[in-house]
T-cell receptor, first 111, second 116 residues
Framework: GEDVEQSLFLSVREGDSSVINCTYT??????LYWYKQEPGAGLQLLTY?????DMKQDQRLTVLLNKKDKHLSLRIADTQTGDSAIYFC???????????FGKGTRLHILP | DTGVSQDPRHKITKRGQNVTFRCDPI?????LYWYRQTLGQGPEFLTY????????KSRLLSDRFSAERPKGSFSTLEIQRTEQGDSAMYLC??????????????FGEGSWLTVV
């Protein structure tokens, strides 16, 4: 079945770049997402990429997709304390728009 | 456009009681989704609607759970005879899909359920 895997924790010094990695199993995935969740809050869509793209950049965020390896990454440049949150990788196909989420990566910012 | 709205935001209930959550999607959005998120986990799909039709239900949605979207606008998720394992955040999301074109899925802030 569909599965999305990501590491659970990442610690980064303020000002450095954060790279959060994700792998997925469904080769028919057409949309891949990164969501951010702050404590006690809902999900904020950060960015998404179509499966026919390799890269997408949006201000401090860069998404890289390796479709052959089914590997997705999110790079946050110049990480700030406000970036501290849980980041969810997710995918959906063109079949039903149902989004499958990973367990989330908790990003901790070191001073 | 006020985004996806969920009510109540927090609910504490005794085991065995029934609870109902409401979701108001973004206006004009014809697709509506329910997810459940427990501590330390990612959101898990429960069910979704296209207009008023419920198109898919997850195996997570036991017979104590029922979701409706009677007029194709707001939706309710009812949990009967709540159990402690039902404690979670219930997330609603909405999107548009017409023909082959779909737009981004937007999530609400979630409804926290604590069963004591």
């Amino acid at each position: 079945g569909e599965d999305v895997e990501q590491s659970l924790f990442l610690s980064v010094r303020e000002g450095d770049s954060s790279v959060i990695n994700c792998t997925y199993t469904d080769s028919s995935s057409t949309y891949l997402y990164w969501y951010k969740q702050e404590p006690g809050a809902g999900l904020q869509l950060l960015t998404y990429i179509f499966s026919n793209m390799d890269m997408k950049q949006d201000q401090r965020l860069t998404v890289l997709l390796n479709k052959k390896d089914k590997h997705l990454s999110l790079r946050i440049a110049d990480t700030q304390t406000g970036d501290s949150a849980i980041y969810f990788c997710a995918e959906s196909g063109n079949r039903d728009d149902k989004i499958i989420f990973g367990k989330g990566t908790r990003l901790h910012i070191l001073p | 456009d006020t985004g996806v709205s969920q009510d109540p935001r927090h609910k504490i209930t005794k085991r065995g009681q029934n609870v109902t959550f409401r979701c108001d999607p973004i206006s004009e959005h014809n697709r509506l989704y329910w997810y459940r998120q427990t501590l330390g986990q990612g959101p898990e799909f429960l069910t979704y609607f296209q207009n008023e039709a419920q198109l898919e239900k997850s195996r997570l949605l036991s017979d104590r759970f029922s979701a409706e979207r009677p007029k194709g606008s707001f939706s309710t998720l009812e949990i009967q005879r709540t159990e402690q394992g039902d404690s979670a955040m219930y997330l609603c999301a909405s999107s548009t899909r017409f023909g082959g074109i779909r737009n981004t899925i937007y999530f609400g802030e979630g409804s926290w359920l604590t069963v004591v």
